[in-house]
């Protein structure tokens, strides 16, 4: 099994940066898809960012793109989410999940695995 652990949230004001990190361990993972989702209040829980574990290729978001940027430290077996220009819509809890099938997908159903969450809150 794989085992996702979500760190770095926390509060911020609008404008402002924040760096999350997702800590892997269980197996190795070089064929693997990760991916951020958020699940903010009221709302369903959302595609944020994905990367190839093996090719380096992301996907994101519209909403985050240019502000948010996905990448991963394969010695370290850490996949991080930068974010960057907040917003107060960004207030989310943000989830970490691993895909076995690879590639940068954005469906909830193509991740296999998933961390606990990181609550990040952006006040404005």
């Known amino acids: 099994q794989v085992q996702l652990v979500e760190s770095g949230g926390g509060l911020v004001q609008a404008g402002g940066s924040l760096r999350l990190s997702c800590a892997v361990s269980g197996r190795t993972f070089s064929n693997y898809a990760m991916g951020w989702f958020r699940h903010a209040p009221g709302k369903e829980r959302e595609f944020v960012a994905a990367?190839?574990?093996?090719?380096?290729?992301?996907r994101y978001a519209d909403s985050v793109k240019g502000r948010f940027s996905i990448s991963r430290d394969n010695a370290k077996n850490t996949v991080y989410l930068q974010m960057n220009s907040l917003k107060s819509e960004d207030t989310a809890v943000y989830y970490c999940?691993?895909?076995?099938?690879?590639?940068?997908?954005?469906?909830?159903?193509?991740?296999?695995?998933w961390g606990q969450g990181t609550q990040v809150t952006v006040s404005s």
């Open positions: 990367i190839s574990w093996s090719s380096g290729r992301t």
């Open positions: 999940a691993a895909g076995r099938l690879g590639g940068t997908p954005q469906g909830i159903y193509d991740y296999d695995y």
